[in-house]
């Protein structure tokens, strides 16, 4: 168990969630729940649903600091390498909801520095997909730019350089490999500099916001570990809190395996045209039988369908309707053939609506991030 790790760059499969948390301490995320309602807060649809499944401190650093009044904030980065896609739509989620239910602010790091170590991209190609990609789809999904700080890594300023200098002295290259496993200098560089991005919003000179969380996926665990340690180990130089972190899992792509920006025929990018969106979900892989007798005879199994996850990560906010959509699905009343032609109707207006907003928020995420000089 103890040597098992996670590979926040690689393709990470998970098929045990609750073993997943049990091996890495992450506690579940329905203990929270009551604790919201109690501060007279709603549960987002995605903590309802067990897609966020766990965390670490949100009570004790959210839940707590909420009560008293505390200012609380929430950071995420996005790695500006390729189109924005449902999965990224399930952070900007997470944003909006701490945003308008928490009032927290919300810090958005672009990753050009990480893009450009770790993927090999030109710059121009990856600053311009930073602003006209994620923050333009951000701000179009409902993020409210003036309550939130979007930066690229390499613009940010000294404090948050300083901080990547001294994270460096605090670990030994056996404790990296420990956390991550085989390690280049550039993901070295990258793990410093996330853990910047996590914890310079509690310096005095970014808004000294000591209630942080960060929402990530069941893969970044080994950055959130090594972010909390940290933070002891700079006990007497900066004061700086430990941070409280919420993993949700990995919406899946169309074919069953990992949503990805360099799997485009198996991922759904919020800019891609609608019939082209359509095309794609219409050949979606299903939880249903070989013949419609046999579906009809022992019903289909949503837990397999992509198409259902679409469903249960973003295309049916009503509870209520998602259920029917399950039972319909699980006695074999409903057919895949009918089932897809709702959800692709759903589909078409979600990116219809979302992309005639998208060319106002462009305009603003021009103004609302400066571009690194080069
Ligand atoms: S009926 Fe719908 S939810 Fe059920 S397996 Fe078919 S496509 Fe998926």
Redesign the pocket.
């Known amino acids: 168990m103890a040597e098992e790790r996670l590979d926040p760059w690689g393709t990470v499969e998970v098929k045990d969630y609750d073993r997943l948390r049990r091996v890495f301490g992450i506690r579940p995320f329905a203990e929270v729940i009551p604790k919201i309602r109690e501060a007279g807060l709603p549960p987002s649809l995605h903590m309802r649903r067990g897609i966020i499944f766990g965390h670490r401190d949100f009570d004790k650093v959210i839940v707590e600091g909420y009560m008293k009044g505390e200012k609380i904030a929430i950071i995420t980065g996005f790695m500006p390498s390729g189109r924005f896609h449902f999965g990224h739509k399930l952070t900007a989620d997470q944003l909006i909801y701490m945003q308008r239910v928490f009032g927290a602010k919300v810090f958005i790091a672009l990753a050009d520095a990480e893009a450009y170590a770790v993927r090999r991209l030109p710059r121009r190609e990856i600053i311009r997909l930073g602003i006209e990609e994620y923050v333009a789809n951000l701000i179009a999904l409902g993020l409210d730019p003036d309550k939130t700080d979007f930066y690229f890594q390499t613009n940010r300023g000294t404090p948050y350089y300083r901080l990547i200098q001294l994270f460096s002295g605090k670990v030994t290259a056996a404790e990296m490999e420990a956390i991550y496993g085989d390690l280049t200098p550039s993901k070295v560089v990258a793990s410093l500099t996330q853990a910047a991005d996590i914890l310079h919003p509690e310096l005095d000179e970014y808004g000294g916001y000591k209630r942080v969380v960060v929402p990530v996926g069941a893969d970044q665990d080994p950055h959130i570990r090594l972010t909390r340690d940290l933070c002891e180990r700079l006990r007497g130089v900066v004061h700086l809190e430990r941070p409280a972190a919420t993993y949700h899992k990995l919406i899946r792509g169309l074919d069953g395996a990992k949503m990805s920006s360099s799997r485009p025929d198996y991922t759904i990018f919020l800019t891609d045209p609608p019939d082209v969106a359509v095309r794609k979900f219409m050949r979606?892989l299903?939880?249903?039988r070989a013949t419609a007798e046999e579906?009809r005879r022992l019903?289909?199994?949503?837990e397999?369908?992509?198409?259902?996850d679409l469903?249960l990560y973003h295309l049916v906010p009503d509870d209520n309707e998602l259920a029917r959509?399950?039972r319909?699905?699980?006695s074999g009343t409903?057919?895949?053939g009918?089932?897809?032609r709702m959800?692709a109707e759903r589909l078409k207006a979600f990116l219809e609506e979302h992309q005639a907003r998208l060319e106002e928020a462009r305009e603003i995420a021009r103004s609302v991030v400066e571009p690194p000089s080069f």
């Open positions: 979606a299903t939880g249903g579906q019903g289909g199994e949503p397999k369908c992509t198409v259902y469903y959509i399950y319909d699905c699980r409903m057919l895949c009918e089932c897809k959800g």
